[in-house]
């Protein structure tokens, strides 16, 4: 003996099947939304368009394989090539969008010890300063200035957003003087770029 439904419950039944289409549907596309943990004011959120929030807050159009562990200094050294002094990390684009993050000046180089410090050009600060600002807790970032030889590697190492926007972080330089490493605080300002913050230095060699 068959049963049919027809009439209200019929109706029902649809309105449950769409219902539970929706659900299925929605709820993968939320939780791809919801940022890392880590980045402060739900960071790494599209931001005006940009497919990143760095850890500043600021928009970035490119991370230049930053959240892969590798960056780009082919590609960062042609975008600021036309730039005088780096400048490009202060300056906004039409929609707002910044395209790279800069430690600024030598200071940086500081935490690796200054002499080795000084041999790092716009493009190792650069690189410096996309991956403090978009590189997660304990993620490792890379390159080789194939000029010098020296290769670089950038780890944050704080597991949770601080208070004043700062960021611990490691920084390894290792060429023919051997490997030099220190240990930082460096901080964001409101133009994107990144300087050492007051206080001591953890340096060896």
């Not at 039409?94 to 080795?116: L, M, P, Q, S, Y």
């Not at 200035?145 to 330089?173: M, W």
Request: glycine share 16%; hydrophobic share 40%; charged share 20%.
């Amino acid at each position: 003996m068959n049963v049919s439904t027809s009439g209200p419950d019929r109706h029902a039944g649809r309105n449950a099947l769409r219902c539970l289409l929706v659900s299925t549907i929605a709820l993968p596309c939320i939780a791809l939304a919801d940022p890392p943990p880590w980045a402060p004011a739900h960071g790494m959120r599209a931001n005006h368009g940009a497919p990143y929030t760095g850890y500043s807050g600021q928009a970035w159009v490119n991370d230049y394989g930053v959240r892969l562990g590798r960056c780009d200094r082919d590609r960062v050294g042609a975008l600021l090539g036309g730039i005088a002094g780096g400048a490009i990390g202060a300056e906004a684009g039409k929609d707002g969008n910044r395209a790279v993050a800069i430690a600024i000046g030598t200071v940086i180089g500081a935490a690796i010890g200054a002499e080795i410090g000084r041999g790092m050009d716009q493009s190792d600060r650069a690189c410096t300063g996309h991956a403090l600002e978009l590189a997660g807790p304990g993620q490792s970032v890379t390159w080789l200035n194939p000029v010098s030889g020296v290769t670089y590697r950038v780890t944050p190492v704080d597991r949770e957003a601080s208070v004043d926007g700062c960021r611990k972080f490691r920084l390894i330089a290792t060429g023919a003087f051997g490997l030099s490493e220190g240990r930082a605080t460096a901080c964001p300002s409101e133009n994107g770029t990144w300087s050492l913050a007051p206080g001591p230095i953890l340096t060896r060699r």
